[in-house]
């Protein structure tokens, strides 16, 4: 077996144990899970609306997201498979913040509508091309989404809002998954040729920005709402970036040695708001 069908082999291999842990482990209904019949209880918090709002708009861009990841990894099995049933994972996001919106009477269902042609007007376009690129992006984005939402979680949990929570919760497990897959693919690829991956990993870290900023209809000034219940250089450095760069074994003199001297560093990495 060639060394690109042994890796394969091993991508296809990492997907059925996420997928197998997902099927028996994760799997929750939008319907059945979170706690509805106590959404009139829920107090009303407009920064909590807004940051669901934001978030909700940020992962409504789930076809694009869906249509260009799969369309870059589909030749190799694992990953299509895991793109396609990442969007599954995903759709329930976007629907069950919603349906929050909607419940609990902070939005009306017009002011929901109006807000999804507002985001689906403009797409997302992938800011890189290769799927190990894109594994790259994928680890270091979902990681700081679940901080994010682990975040939003604490923050409903203290205003006594146990619907929003229940949200919250299941959203930020799924995240935290989507983060080890990625993280895994990224073992394999570092096993295969570690010179390129690193500098994959430093390129993208490097040009990283969260998939909502200039999409999601007033933006700067939800950011601006939304500071506190954000992630800030620091958090993403410390919650995000060191832990990513610890669990794959990677120091940052590898990254630095790795850089490839075209990549024109950002002035700093924008993780401070949502994410898919
Ligand atoms: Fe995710
Ligand atoms: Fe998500």
């Given at each position: 077996m060639n060394s690109t069908l042994a890796q394969r082999e091993k991508v296809y291999r990492a997907y059925m144990d996420f997928f197998e842990k997902a099927e028996r482990r994760r799997r929750w209904s939008?319907?059945?899970?979170?706690?509805?019949?106590?959404?009139?209880a829920v107090p009303h918090d407009e920064t909590a609306a807004l940051c669901a709002e934001t978030f909700c708009g940020v992962e409504m861009y789930l076809p694009d997201y869906v249509a260009q990841g799969i369309n870059c990894m589909r030749d190799t099995f694992g990953h299509g498979w895991f793109v396609a049933n990442w969007g599954y994972e995903e759709s329930k996001h976007a629907l069950s913040l919603r349906m929050w919106l909607e419940k609990s009477g902070h939005r009306t269902w017009e002011q929901i509508l109006e807000f999804e042609r507002a985001v689906l007007s403009k797409r997302w376009e992938a800011p890189f091309t290769t799927p190990r690129q894109l594994s790259c992006y994928g680890a270091i984005q979902e990681q700081a989404t679940f901080v994010i939402y682990r975040r939003q979680l604490e923050c409903a949990r203290e205003r006594g809002d146990v619907v929003l929570a229940a949200v919250y919760e299941h959203i930020s497990k799924d995240e935290a998954a989507h983060a080890g897959f990625y993280r895994d693919v990224l073992k394999l690829e570092l096993e295969e040729d570690r010179e390129g991956a690193l500098a994959d990993l430093a390129h993208t870290f490097a040009n990283f920005q969260m998939p909502g900023v200039g999409l999601v209809p007033e933006y700067d000034a939800r950011v601006g709402v939304m500071r506190s219940a954000g992630i800030d250089r620091n958090v993403f450095l410390t919650r995000v970036w060191l832990p990513t760069l610890k669990q794959l074994g990677v120091s940052r003199t590898d990254l630095l040695r790795a850089r490839r001297p075209a990549v024109v560093p950002a002035?700093?990495?924008?993780?401070?708001q949502p994410a898919a």
């Open positions: 939008v319907f059945d899970d979170i706690p509805w019949d106590k959404v009139e002035s700093s990495p924008s993780p401070e």
